[in-house]
């Protein structure tokens, strides 16, 4: 069984619903594929306090509620599915959503990035209760306390100097002695008064799902084998993300770490397929610039297929 469709938006975070807002508006009836994760990084957040019109916050699963209701009141259609594959070599594109197959004049891809996890035993049920993926988010929260960050990259030294900004003190924990992060941005975190650095140091859980909040660290060193609670009110992964783009591998350009490439903002390299949020985003990461890149996408799709008929 198959079906013809304007557009089809892939992914339900931020980018995935606001493309589906507007493409909603402009009479396109647009066909949502909710993906493995639905709502995206947001409903995995607490309290969102800076995503604008919310002068007191919003909680990340309420606003990407809002978001879904607010695209389905003009006709957004959502599907629990996911994409196992794309023909995008001609038009109509073809999806294989498992055995379903969908036919579409035009693409979004707006399927994000999923934040990398320790896969500690403990750990997926503290996230939003001092276990965080994101220091711009959640950092506030910390504000006079002690915080780990973990990671030596370039994510884990800005986090831990942006953490500064609240924490009465940052501990960076990595599992090697040496550093992928550039040169000047350990050097700055090596250099903050506030921050500290275990090396060759692994988390082996975090305490305390019970209290339903971040207590302590058990860690590990890896050169003497020693075993210890670290006491801590927060742990901040900063061990990069994975873009969710695999399935168009050989059709569209991607960077070296699987981020799609885009030119003109939110084309591809195919006409017709767009891109917008974390996917094609290593820099900035935010709800509000996915939310904008989705909207972009939203009008290019339009245009398309105004000049290219529907
Ligand atoms: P990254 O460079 O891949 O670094 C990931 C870090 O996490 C590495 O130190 C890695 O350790 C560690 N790690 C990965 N998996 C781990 C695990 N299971 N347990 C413990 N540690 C683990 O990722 P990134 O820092 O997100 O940076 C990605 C790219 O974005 C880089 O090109 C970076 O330069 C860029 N970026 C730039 C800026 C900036 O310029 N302001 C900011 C952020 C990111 P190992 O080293 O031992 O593998």
Known sequence: ???IRNVVIIGSGCSGHTAA???ARANLSPLVIEGHEPGGQLSLTTL???FPGFPEGILGPQ???NMRKQAERFGAEYRMAHLTSADLSQRPFVLHLGKHQVHTQSLIIASGASARWLGLPHEQQLIGHGVSSCATCDGFFFSGKEIVVIGGGDSAM???LFLTRF???VTLIHRRDSFRASKIMLKRAQEHPKIQFLTDTVVEDVHD???KEVTALKLRNLKTGKVWDFPTSAMFLGIGHEPNAKMFEGQLDMDQDGYLKTHNYVHTRVHGVFACGDVQDRRYRQAI?????GCMAAIEVEKFLEEHGK
Not at 289 to 293: D, E
Request: glycine share 4%; hydrophobic share 40%; charged share 30%.
């Open 1 to 3: 069984m198959s079906e």
């Open 21 to 23: 807002l507007y493409t």
């Open 48 to 50: 969102v306090e800076n």
């Open 63 to 65: 606003l990407i509620e």
């Open 158 to 160: 800005e986090e831990a």
């Open 167 to 169: 924490a009465t003190k």
């Open 209 to 211: 799902v019970e209290k």
């Open 289 to 293: 610039t996915a939310a904008g890149t």
